[in-house]
């Protein structure tokens, strides 16, 4: 069995409420192994868009052990953690979050800007995410001129352009139609077939059926058995 990518050991979040704290995540453990899709389900609230949050390294605020790709987040500055961010972890939003006042090849060029490439390296990466996503054509529009499932389309390519070793996903079907839907959940199962490591968040019984296993989630607590 290889090391796991994702390692959580009591990991722990909290909100000061009037008089006490709201616990959002109580004593998570959960190990990913690198080249496993895992799914993240559970009822509203119960802690799953928290949780890939943390996984992304998106929020700081949190107690416990994290072990990314052999480094202790919990250890790490804030510029550490960034570094560590942008070589490991893509993340795709279920709102797509684009810059609306880009197009698609420059969307598709924000996570490059912070490496230290030259003009035409970035260039060509770009091509080649705009080939393999069958963008071409879309490169000079405006995400407002594209359907919600070409957005995330874009959203996904941006994610993986800067070739993560981990694709986090946070309901990314959730503004879809069922055609849309299933053509992401087929990209997430060809470039985790790939040897992308994939973590999604959903409510869908489908979405999930493209996955490995389900971890689920209640009250900040993972069920187990
Ligand atoms: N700033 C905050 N202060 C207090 N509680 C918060 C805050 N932000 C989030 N929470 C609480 O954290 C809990 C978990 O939220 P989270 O968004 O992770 O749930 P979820 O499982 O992803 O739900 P959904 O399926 O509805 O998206 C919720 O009960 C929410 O009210």
Redesign the pocket.
């Known amino acids: 069995m290889p090391e796991p990518l994702i390692s959580l050991r009591d990991v722990e979040k909290s909100?000061p409420l009037a008089g006490g704290r709201?616990w959002?995540l109580r004593r998570i453990q959960l190990d990913i192994r690198p080249g496993e899709f895992v799914t993240l389900m559970?009822p509203?609230?119960?802690?799953?868009?928290?949780l890939l949050s943390i996984l992304g390294l998106l929020d700081a605020e949190w107690q416990g052990q994290y072990f990314l790709d052999g480094q202790a987040v919990h250890a790490l500055s804030a510029k550490g953690r960034a570094e560590l961010a942008k070589r490991t972890i893509g993340f795709v939003f279920q709102q797509y979050h684009l810059l609306d006042s880009l197009t698609v090849a420059e969307n598709l060029e924000v996570p490059l800007s912070y490496r230290d490439l030259k003009r035409s390296e970035r260039e060509a990466l770009v091509g080649d995410m705009l080939d393999r996503f069958q963008l071409v054509g879309k490169k000079d529009l405006y995400p407002n001129q594209l359907s919600g499932g070409q957005q995330q389309v874009v959203g996904i390519a941006r994610a993986l352009i800067a070739n993560p070793k981990v694709l986090l996903a946070d309901e990314p079907t959730g503004n879809l139609h069922s055609t849309q839907a299933k053509q992401i959940m087929e990209m997430f199962q060809a470039l985790n077939r790939a040897g992308t490591t994939v973590v999604q968040?959903t409510?869908s019984e489908a979405n999930a059926a493209y996955g490995h296993r389900v971890v689920q989630?209640s009250d900040g607590w993972i069920q187990t058995g």
């Open positions: 909100y709201t959002v559970g509203s609230g119960a802690g799953k868009s928290t968040v409510h989630l």
